[in-house]
């Protein structure tokens, strides 16, 4: 096995960021080439908000209340926009990896002259992105003609740059979890666990607001609520305190995370052995 030139992970940093920015822009591109294709993978979410409507209405009419721990029905909904369009759009980066481990190619792709992990992020984050923006447009129509116009404009960019930092954070988590297949044949499993850990400590089912106190205040601390809970709820409540207590805990999760992958990379190449390539 060939293993990158040394002084690879050096060269991301002086000529990386362009050379990454391009080939995310490639995947933009190549996902907005077939829109009709686009718009029927983002369908999903679609039935979602149709179902989340009809659930949090009868909810919020049996509680009697027009506002639960701060957040109304509009809000709940709108929540539930962005966190179903965070989930449905992040690309299965495991389970890329695991493939490219158990097919032998990998052999070839850390050869190139790029970071193989950085341009597995750029490719992530270029198919998230295309695949995010019809997938939001899609659960929007539907939640703004059952209850009206979305949170102010002004909070989307505050928003936008927190969901672009949850889909690094879940491609760490990600890359970690394919990272694995360099030392197991089969890493569904832990795919399957990480899935599930999303849906019920992220927020994508429902605001971790709505938890109870002692619960609420844990849950909160984990990266999966970073990923999810974080940017939806700056969407629905944008605020600049909230936004710099939210993205700095979302930035020290990246950097936690990308340290380990880092490291993990590192021992995997150690250890490589490639089956069928």
């Keep these: 096995m060939r293993r990158p030139p040394e002084g690879a992970t050096r060269r991301f940093w002086r000529a990386g960021p362009a050379k990454y920015t391009a080939v995310l822009r490639t995947q933009l591109a190549h996902g907005l080439a077939f829109p009709a294709d686009l718009a029927l993978r983002s369908l999903a979410i679609v039935i979602f908000m149709w179902v989340f409507i009809h659930l949090w209405r009868a ?17 709940t909904l709108w929540y539930l926009v962005l966190a179903e369009t965070i989930m449905l759009s992040k690309p299965r980066v495991s389970t890329e990896i695991a493939r490219a481990v158990r097919d032998g190619s990998v052999a070839y792709q850390l050869a190139r002259p790029f970071n193989w992990l950085g341009y597995q992020a750029a490719v992530a984050l270029g198919d998230a992105l295309a695949r995010g923006g019809v997938t939001f447009v899609l659960g929007g129509l539907v939640v703004w003609l059952a209850v009206g116009p979305p949170p102010p404009l002004w909070g989307w960019p505050l928003a936008g740059l927190a969901v672009i930092v949850a889909w690094l954070i879940d491609f760490c988590m990600s890359a970690l979890i394919g990272l694995l297949s360099f030392v197991v044949e089969d890493v569904t499993a832990f795919e399957w666990i990480y899935s599930k850990l999303i849906l019920v400590l992220g927020g ?33 409540s944008p605020d600049a305190g909230l936004f710099l207590r939210l993205f700095g805990g979302q930035l020290a999760w990246l950097m936690v995370l990308s340290l380990g992958l880092g490291a993990a990379y590192a021992r995997a190449q150690k250890r490589l052995a490639v089956n069928g390539g």
């Design 59 to 75: 909810t919020y009419a049996g509680a009697g209340q027009s506002r639960v721990q701060g957040l109304s029905l509009s809000d």
């Design 204 to 236: 994508v089912l429902l605001p971790l607001d709505f938890l109870p106190d002692g619960w609420r205040q844990l849950v909160q601390a984990l990266p999966f609520a970073h990923m999810i809970w974080a940017p939806a709820r700056l969407f629905v």
